[in-house]
T-cell receptor, first 115, second 112 residues
């Protein structure tokens, strides 16, 4: 998947714990997008970030979810006090400049299971 | 509210024949359409795209057709090969919009 790295690939958390998902974009890409895929569903946009800025978080749940993309290091999607409904595959994508016609390259995803 | 609809959850096609995957959309503001292919336990991989100013785009065995008046697009794969077995997502994007809106996907099985 074109060099986008996500870790961990699988994450198991008990209800009430915190989940941290990491995404390293492709080299040279400064735009990161997070998507969530529930079972039997398509991918749903969550948030779009550039370095140190959240550009569009219209798809993020209002509570418990947050995202950051610091100047140094990977982008982090953080889910506090996880519930069973948070179980899903979380995909990160990156692009060079974020323009409309530009392809987004996806990572392999993190599969979160909440027990 | 599903803005991008793939009404066939699955499709089976004989190897060597043509596979046609269909997609409908509701938002007339979309101006860029994409198809992604996804294998199990992997992320989606970009396959082919089309701008709303065109009605056809071809890349090797893959051709995407866009009918703006019907708000319909289709992906043709010919000839179909075993490695084409995967889930195919239709997706759309608006002008100056960052997010991609995905359909629920169609699982394609290529039969030997």
């Amino acid at each position: 998947n074109a060099g986008v790295m996500q870790n961990p690939r699988h994450l198991v958390r008990r209800r009430g714990q915190e989940a941290r998902l990491r995404c390293s974009p492709m080299k040279g890409h400064s735009h990161v997008y997070w998507y969530r895929q529930l079972p039997e569903e398509g991918l749903k946009f969550m948030v779009y970030l550039q370095k140190e800025n959240i550009i569009d978080e219209s798809g993020m749940p209002k509570e418990r979810f947050s995202a950051e993309f610091p100047k140094e290091g990977p982008s982090i999607l953080r889910i506090q006090q996880v519930v069973r409904g948070d179980s899903a595959a979380y995909f990160c994508a990156s692009s060079p400049s974020g323009t409309s016609g530009e392809e987004q390259y996806f990572g392999p995803g993190t599969r979160l299971t909440v027990t | 509210d599903q803005q991008v609809k793939q009404n066939s959850p699955s499709l089976s096609v004989q190897e060597g024949r043509i596979s046609i995957l269909n997609c409908d959309y509701t938002n007339s503001m979309f101006d860029y359409f994409l198809w992604y292919k996804k294998y199990p336990a992997e992320g989606p991989t970009f396959l082919i795209s089309i701008s709303s100013i065109k009605d056809k785009n071809e890349d090797g065995r893959f051709t995407v057709f866009l009918n703006k008046s019907a708000k319909h697009l289709s992906l043709h794969i010919v000839p179909s090969q075993p490695g084409d077995s995967a889930v195919y997502f239709c997706a759309a994007r608006g002008n100056r919009d960052d997010k991609i809106i995905f359909g629920k996907g169609t699982r394609l099985h290529i039969l030997p």
